[in-house]
């Protein structure tokens, strides 16, 4: 349990840094939004002290708004390529992105799986936590998809920040799928401020089901959820007893 925002962003990028340390060819998920700026920021940062540290990395980015231009500043891929490929100098052949306005949207999901087939299964996927409990855009429903695939956007993700600034509205999203995000071999869950703080205690009753998709991490064993004191600030939530209840860190 962090303090607050910056000190979940400092152990969360200790964290990172120590499994590059271990590895330092890890193919690394990346989530957007506004939870993960602070690790990405410390990432550049020790970039900037060690330029060899993720220079051997390979990135997969987590999801994309469909239907928005290429270029639209509001994309995951605009977002990473700002705050992360760039800074870090990583080179194309490195990356794999959605493509946002994809003349077929399935056969860009092919492309994707077919990606990881040759380079996956994920060292280390960072995930932040939907208002509404979804991760990427493994959206709460009746079922959940275990590949990537094209995901119909709820509201509450249609009203995500990320697209305050965008020139058009999504019309799909496209996700990696539950499977892949289960098959990562580490998993750091960012989770911070009150507006999470019902979906912290959620998680913490343990219990699974595809309406509240990140309920299904209780099925992996390595996963680290990094939260700060606010997200975790409803009354009766007690930290010690969701670390005992779930194995969560
Ligand atoms: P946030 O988004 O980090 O901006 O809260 C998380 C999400 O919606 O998946």
């Avoid at 990356?95 to 949207?105: A, V």
């Avoid at 509201?155 to 697209?163: C, F, G, I, N, R």
Wanted: glycine content about 10%.
């Amino acid at each position: 349990m962090s303090r607050d925002y910056e000190s979940l962003s400092d152990t969360a990028a200790d964290r990172f840094v120590d499994e590059f340390r271990q590895k330092p060819e890890s193919l690394v998920g990346l989530a957007t939004g506004g939870t993960p700026e602070g690790l990405y920021q410390r990432l550049v940062a020790r970039h900037r002290a060690d330029p060899t540290l993720f220079s051997q990395a390979r990135w997969i980015v987590l999801d994309e708004w469909g239907g928005l231009e290429e270029d639209d500043p509001a994309t995951c891929g605009h977002y990473l390529q700002t705050r992360l490929f760039e800074p870090l100098n990583v080179g194309p052949g490195r990356i794999c992105r959605w493509s946002s306005q994809p003349f077929n949207p399935q056969e860009e999901c092919r492309r994707v799986e077919k990606w990881l087939a040759d380079e996956g299964p994920i060292d280390l996927q960072v995930l932040g936590l939907g208002k509404n409990g979804h991760l990427g855009f493994n959206e709460p429903g009746r079922e959940l998809i275990a590949g990537p695939h094209v995901a119909t956007l709820t509201e509450e993700s249609l009203t995500h920040a990320m697209l305050s600034t965008a020139r058009s509205r999504p019309t799909f999203g496209l996700t990696l799928g539950m499977g892949e995000i289960l098959r990562s071999r580490q998993i750091l869950l960012l989770v911070s401020g009150g507006a999470k703080s019902q979906q912290v205690l959620r998680l913490a009753s343990g219990n699974i089901t595809s309406e509240f998709p990140a309920s299904l991490l209780h099925c992996h064993g390595a996963v680290t959820v990094y939260c700060d004191l606010e997200a975790a600030s409803v009354t009766s939530f007690d930290a010690s007893a969701m670390a005992t209840a779930t194995g969560f860190l």
